[in-house]
């Protein structure tokens, strides 16, 4: 994959990152919702992700409790015809002064879009989430999808069509987030 784009500079690290903001709007209870254990496989199955999508995962490596979850992510990608594009790579929105990182931009069933990988429950602040990475991105025509991995070999492909409102609504919590830092 020599077009695959991996990383990339933070430009304005004091701006507030997308979940920073839903935590402290209320939407999440920040980082420490999630129990460690969670996060460290999250963090892990980035990796696993992301090594297999330039071609040099030794699948060997992988922690047998960790393999359902890589078989899921191996029948996503055939059976979305899934082009990464972009993985884990910085964005940031210039007029309302946020940051955030993608896990992947990609194509799905030929289809531009944004995509955050999650190994937990859907949440009800997944689309804001995804909502926000596609207004940095700015690209025209670009669909949303949570893809959940539930580590038993399958996945589930959650799209978030409704990006008008969810757009909308991620602006006001941006606006009354900032309104709140400066004001109350």
Same mark, same amino acid.
């Given at each position: ?63 047998? /409790? ?5 078989? %899921?992510?191996? @029948?996503? #990608?055939? *059976? ?5 594009? !972009?993985? =884990? ?54 669909? /949303? ?5 539930? %580590?038993?070999? @399958?996945? #589930?492909? *959650? ?5 008008? !409102?969810? =757009? ?17």
């Amino acid at each position: 994959m020599s077009d695959l784009i991996v990383g990339g500079e933070i430009k304005h690290p004091d701006w507030p990152r997308v979940t920073a903001v839903l935590a402290e709007m209320g939407f999440i209870a920040g980082v420490e919702f999630m129990p460690e254990e969670a996060k460290i496989r999250g963090r892990i199955l980035h990796k696993i992700f992301q090594y297999d999508l330039e071609g040099v995962l030794n699948e060997s490596t992988i922690d047998s /409790r960790l393999m359902g979850y890589y078989d %899921g992510f191996k @029948k996503f #990608k055939v *059976e979305t015809d899934f082009v990464p594009l !972009e993985l =884990e790579v910085p964005v940031e929105h210039p007029l309302l002064l946020y940051r955030g990182t993608p896990d992947c931009i990609g194509k799905i069933n030929g289809d531009l879009a944004v995509i955050d990988w999650k190994s937990g429950a859907k949440q009800k602040w997944h689309p804001l989430q995804l909502a926000a990475y596609r207004a940095c991105k700015n690209k025209g025509p670009m669909k /949303r999808f949570g893809v959940i991995f539930p %580590g038993n070999g @399958k996945y #589930k492909l *959650e799209p978030y069509d409704n990006h008008r !409102e969810d =757009e909308r609504a991620w602006s006001g919590l941006v606006y009354a987030y900032h309104w709140r830092k400066n004001y109350a």
